[in-house]
């Protein structure tokens, strides 16, 4: 009785359907970085020392900056295309886009886009 109210009330989930999740700005560089923080974490969190968590706090810096660099270049990459194709890019962005990982399709109501149900 429990169980059925719960999936009454809070759904169930369908296997098979999880979604990756990506950024669209993300490279090599990034990815070795946050590689590289995540072995820091797991040493400090297995020693304890005070080293191990020096080493992971410069490493978490590094990760944190390289994620800004790559994002900035990645936005500067797409303002330059928008410059160069501006309606055309706008109009290919608008038309499809991602929300909560499903495509759905975007339509212009005067002035605003809203999405199609």
Partial sequence: MVIDTAREVLGESVPGK?????????????????????QAWKEWKLSGTEEDREFYRNCN??????CG???DAAYENLYKELADNGPKMIHRLATTTEVQGHRQALFREGWRWKYLE
């Fill in 18 to 38: 999880y979604l990756e999740k990506e950024s669209w700005w993300w490279n090599e560089e990034v990815g070795k970085a946050v590689e590289e923080k995540k």
């Fill in 61 to 66: 810096k590094t990760c944190k900056e390289k």
């Fill in 69 to 71: 660099i790559a994002r």
